[in-house]
């Protein structure tokens, strides 16, 4: 019953972040692949991923490849087994700040361009556009101080090991 207890926690959580990541346009599939490796202290192969979460090892391929391509896992190989395995990124923190940064930069870009056409005759919008640009050169820079700290945070800490 412990076991069983344990397993329905982990799917708990699993769905969970699904449905967070869902909401931000990453397939659910994806959210509950993520969520399982977080949630996993070994490597897992396709094989494993695809019965775990009781979906096709196509479908899990094919996310595990697009969470490849964004940084937030990797993928590795073991000696004599020619079936890749898939992890955490060690640094998912520092890659997840620096693509929330790269967003926010891009959408700011074109806010900036849409304020330098503002015509005088539109004072709110150009209001509202100065206040968006405004908000966004603050997150920029409240989140690059972030991500400074805490890779100063992370280089004075041991990290944990991944000799396997």
């Not at 640094?91 to 700040?97: A, C, K, S």
């Not at 790269?102 to 330098?116: G, H, K, L, S, W």
């Not at 101080?145 to 280089?155: I, P, Q, S």
Request: glycine share 4%.
């Amino acid at each position: 019953m412990a076991a069983r207890s344990k397993h329905s926690r982990t799917d708990e959580v699993v769905e969970r972040i699904a449905v967070l990541l869902e909401a931000d346009g990453m397939p659910r599939v994806a959210g509950r692949l993520f969520g399982l490796l977080l949630l996993s202290a070994e490597p897992l192969s396709l094989d494993a991923l695809a019965s775990q979460l009781g979906v096709s090892k196509a479908s899990i391929s094919v996310n595990a490849r697009m969470l490849e391509d964004k940084g937030v896992v990797e993928r590795v190989g073991r000696q004599a087994d020619r079936r890749d395995y898939y992890r955490i990124a060690d640094d998912i923190l520092e890659r997840t700040l620096e693509q929330r940064i790269a967003r926010i930069r891009r959408f700011n870009q074109a806010i900036t361009v849409a304020r330098a056409a503002c015509a005088t005759e539109h004072d709110i919008v150009c209001a509202r556009l100065e206040n968006m640009e405004r908000a966004h050169n603050h997150l920029i820079e409240v989140t690059e101080r972030a991500l400074d700290e805490w890779r100063t945070r992370r280089a004075s800490t041991p990290s944990p090991s991944r000799a396997r």
